[in-house]
C-alpha cells in the first residue's frame, strides 16, 4: 500500500478555569499550572491514499497516553511540558508488552496582546525522541521543532460563557521527519457552571519532502468532547474523534478521556 501513516495525536489545551472559558490562546496567570493526562483509543478499518480516496485495510488498533503540563512563570509567559506513551497493531489488538515512548519535549506560549476578551500569543516548542527507548520504531525516532501563532476571543449567549480560537503554525521535522503546516479551529461553550462542550477541527497539511524517511500525513479531523468540573482543582473530558479527511492516513474512529489537574 506503501502509506505514510503519522501516529501523532493532536492534543488540544484548554484551560478549563471557572468562566469565562479560557483556550490554549490564553497564557495561565503566574505561578499556576495544569496537569492533563490524557488517553486514546483508536482504530481504522480503512485510509486515505495518496489522492484522498478511501481503501480497505487490515484493522489497526491503537492506545496511547499522553501527560501535558504547563507553567504560570509570569502572566505572559507559560511553560509547556509534554510526553506520550503508545502501543498499536495492525491485524490484532495491541499490546503492554509492546508499548514505547514517543517524542517528549517542551517550549513556551506567549502572550502578545490582550485586551476586550480577546487575546493574540506565539508558542514554539521543540520534541525529540525520548534517549532512553532503545525500541522506538523509525517514525518515533527523529524529532520536530512547532511555532505557532493564536488569537482568541471570549463571549457570551444569554447566561451563557464560551470562546473561540484559531492557531495556525509551522511545524519542522527533524532528523528524518518532514513538515507540515496546521490550522486547528475550537469553539468552546459552557451552557452550566460546571460543564464546558468543545467541537474542534484539527487540520495537518503535509509538505512533500522527498528525502524524509518518515512524511506527516494530510489530515482533516473533528473532535467533540465535554467536559466536566469536579472542583476547582479537577475536570473530566470525554468524546470522540474522526478523521474526516486525508491524504496517506488512517480514518480513524477515537474515543478521548482526559483528566485535568489544576493547582
Known amino acids: 500500500m506503501g502509506m505514510r501513516v503519522s ?4 492534543v488540544w489545551v484548554a484551560s478549563l478555569l ?3 472559558a479560557l483556550a490554549g490562546a490564553w497564557t495561565l496567570p503566574q505561578g499556576t499550572g495544569q496537569v492533563i493526562v490524557s ?3 483508536a482504530e481504522a478499518m480503512e ?3 495518496g489522492g484522498g480516496q478511501v481503501e480497505a485495510i487490515p484493522l489497526f488498533q491503537k492506545a496511547e497516553i499522553h501527560l501535558y503540563a504547563e507553567y504560570g512563570l509570569t502572566d505572559g509567559v507559560t511553560a509547556i511540558l509534554r510526553t506520550e506513551a503508545k502501543t498499536y497493531a495492525s491485524g490484532e489488538a495491541p499490546s503492554l508488552d509492546a508499548a514505547r515512548f514517543g517524542l517528549s519535549g517542551g517550549g513556551a506560549r506567549l502572550l502578545l496582546w490582550e485586551g476586550d476578551g480577546a487575546v493574540l500569543s506565539a508558542e514554539i516548542t521543540g520534541r525529540v525522541a525520548t534517549p532512553f527507548d532503545r525500541r522506538a520504531r523509525s517514525e518515533e525516532r527523529g524529532g520536530e521543532v512547532e511555532a505557532l501563532l493564536f488569537a482568541g476571543k471570549g463571549f457570551g449567549v444569554g447566561r451563557w460563557s464560551g470562546f473561540a480560537e484559531i492557531q495556525g503554525g509551522y511545524r519542522l521535522g527533524l532528523d528524518g521527519r ?3 503546516f496546521r490550522a486547528d479551529l475550537t469553539l468552546g461553550i459552557r451552557p452550566r457552571a460546571q460543564w464546558l462542550l468543545l467541537a474542534q477541527s484539527f487540520n495537518t497539511l503535509a509538505v512533500d519532502h522527498p528525502d524524509a524517511g518518515f512524511a506527516e500525513p494530510t489530515e482533516h479531523k473533528l473532535q467533540l468532547s465535554a467536559v466536566y468540573d469536579v472542583n476547582r482543582h479537577l475536570s473530566l473530558q470525554v468524546g470522540g474523534l474522526a478523521t474526516l479527511a486525508g491524504r496517506d ?3 480513524e474512529r477515537a474515543l478521548v478521556t482526559a483528566v485535568w489537574l489544576r493547582f
Do not use: E, H, I, Y
Open 18 to 20: 471557572p468562566a469565562p
Open 178 to 180: 518532514s513538515d507540515a
Open 39 to 41: 488517553g486514546f483509543w
Open 47 to 49: 485510509a486515505f491514499d
Open 249 to 251: 492516513a488512517l480514518q
Open 7 to 10: 501516529l501523532r495525536l493532536a
